[in-house]
């Protein structure tokens, strides 16, 4: 639609007026005291012509509106209509404002209101009830920014009616109480639940750490009474273990487990007529997993401990990798195949390595499930880091986080088939493993964290980068300039100082042999003296 220009402030005020009465529309301008505000308004397409013909009908409803208000001149009606808009637009401005303000102010201080701040009467206070607490010092920038997300989680908990406390407590203030839970940095999330105490190591999000205090604060093992719950169960969770019999000593070695892991999934049991038909079983009793659309049950020849082998499959088949899950895929002793690529790239190359991981994970599950992790990590900033190394993206790279040893094909991966033999000869031993944690690794990783550090702190800030390490290496510069030029001072006093007890040794060597000749002189002149008196006696007789 065609626009009108713009003409004076009184023009706007009269054009705001000549709007509500369906005369004439043209773009506003005000001034507000942070800067131009435009507001544009279409024109009717009906109302579309020539510049001068908005003119004049611009005119014909000035002089009818002064005709209609009565007032004495043009200029007096298009003051106080412009004055009236001000007024109206700043008092609209300035309400939108307080109301936002106000709504903020009222959230924040509602959340807040779910939060205790928790002191040193927590200690003898906390038993009665099931505390998630957040342990933090006020300097940690992490902990600040958990602040708004621990005040969410506090308004939650509250509004579903959990049991949950949740509360917070400034560990630099009541370290000793800190250190009586085992708080080692900041933040700490803990669950307490009367002598026990849970970590939480998951990510710091609302939903996570919630469902986090749902799973700790119930009971250890839910029971599932019907097939009915059962299949509520395998919606709800995506991975979840389940104990199928009666009293037993696996069910014992299963609680133990399940006290230990209970910080990372869920844990059941039931009857076997409970579980569906499609669970076939061989023995009673039993443990089993379900995931990824199927289940596996534990063998205790092949699996070995049972806590070791709950804590290797609570883990999906398939997942999106990051730093933090890579971190917790280390206790599993399991390697992680994972395709790095670009999600933002959707080339051939990029898709195809991505479906061919997936294919492998999901057809050959039962082959590889018990030694690989699959997943998809998106970029490669994250895996360069971690092999001090640049990888070509896409590739593909096995991982090996318990030891930091890691496997690279030296070709692309075109097909599923191509996965499957990079995978057995790995397994076989035919591939040979890279990095590591020998000495000589830790050493490149102490000078490669080094460089990335630096590099990093010259690329945010180029001017602090030069002051950090300027200062301490101009300081260095002058200490090591004084320390020589004190050696050098000393030497050359040492050496004047040997100099001239040499001088003092020759000069008294001299006056000794003076010494020496000046008694022989005498003794030869008196020789000398002697002889014509003895030739005289000798004459005269």
């Keep these: 639609m065609p626009m009108c220009k713009s003409h004076g402030h009184g023009d706007s005020a009269l054009i705001v007026c000549g709007m509500v009465f369906g005369v004439y529309t043209e773009e506003i301008t005000g001034i507000r005291e942070k800067g131009k505000i435009r507001i544009s308004i279409p024109i009717p397409k009906k109302m579309a012509c020539k510049k001068e013909k908005w003119d004049e009908s611009g005119s014909i409803f000035k002089k009818k509106l002064c005709d209609l208000l009565a007032f004495p001149s043009m200029v007096a009606c298009r003051m106080y209509i412009k004055h009236l808009t001000y007024l109206c637009f700043f008092i609209t401005c300035a309400l939108v404002r307080f109301n936002e303000v106000f709504v903020f102010l009222l959230e924040m201080a509602f959340c807040k209101g779910y939060v205790e701040d928790l002191d040193e009467s927590f200690k003898d206070n906390r038993k009665d009830d099931i505390w998630l607490v957040d342990f933090y010092a006020p300097w940690c920038g992490h902990c600040k920014k958990l602040e708004p997300i621990w005040n969410e989680v506090g308004l939650e908990m509250k509004n579903i009616g959990s049991p949950v406390k949740v509360g917070k407590m400034d560990a630099t203030s009541y370290s000793s109480i800190a250190s009586e839970f085992g708080v080692r940095g900041y933040p700490t999330i803990k669950l307490l639940k009367g002598d026990l105490a849970y970590n939480y190591r998951g990510p710091r999000t609302k939903d996570d750490i919630i469902e986090f205090a749902h799973r700790v604060s119930g009971a250890l093992i839910r029971p599932l009474p019907s097939q009915q719950m059962f299949e509520h169960v395998r919606?709800?969770?995506?991975?979840?273990?389940?104990?199928?019999?009666?009293?037993?000593?696996?069910?014992?070695?299963y609680i133990d487990a399940a006290s230990e892991l209970i910080v990372y999934t869920y844990f059941f049991s039931a009857s076997e007529e409970v579980v569906p038909e499609y669970v076939t079983l061989k023995e009673m009793p039993a443990v089993l997993v379900f995931k990824d659309e199927?289940?596996?049950v534990y063998d205790e020849y092949e699996d070995g401990d049972l806590s070791s082998w709950i804590n290797r499959e609570r883990f999906q088949n398939y997942l999106t990798m990051d730093g933090f899950l890579l971190y917790e895929l280390g206790d599993t002793g399991k390697l992680v195949a994972i395709a790095v690529i670009d999600e933002k790239n959707t080339s051939i190359e990029h898709t195809r390595l991505k479906s061919i991981i997936q294919e492998v994970a999901r057809d050959y599950r039962d082959q590889f499930h018990r030694d690989f992790q699959f997943g998809l990590m998106d970029g490669n900033d994250y895996i360069n880091t971690l092999l001090m190394d640049e990888l070509t993206v896409p590739t593909v790279v096995v991982l090996n986080t318990s030891n930091q040893q890691y496997f690279l094909l030296d070709r692309q991966i075109k097909n599923t088939e191509d996965?499957?033999?990079?995978?057995?000869?790995?397994?076989?031993?035919?591939?040979?493993a890279q990095g590591g944690d020998s000495i000589l690794q830790r050493l490149k990783r102490m000078a490669f964290d080094a460089k990335s550090t630096v590099?990093?702190?010259?690329?945010?800030?180029?001017?602090?980068?030069c002051f950090l390490f300027g200062l301490p290496l101009g300081v260095i510069s002058i200490m090591c300039y004084g320390i020589y030029t004190a050696d050098t001072d000393g030497g050359y006093i040492e050496e004047r100082y040997e100099v001239s007890k040499s001088e003092t040794e020759s000069q008294e060597a001299t006056e000794e042999s003076r010494e020496l000749q000046e008694p022989r002189s005498e003794q030869s002149l008196i020789s000398a003296r002697q002889e014509p008196k003895d030739v005289l006696e000798k004459k005269t007789d």
């Design 235 to 253: 919606k709800r969770h995506r991975v979840f273990f389940v104990y199928i019999g009666g009293e037993s000593t696996l069910k014992e070695k």
């Design 294 to 296: 199927t289940y596996f």
């Design 419 to 432: 996965m499957v033999q990079f995978i057995n000869s790995i397994l076989d031993g035919t591939v040979e």
């Design 455 to 465: 590099v990093s702190i010259f690329k945010s800030s180029p001017i602090m980068g």
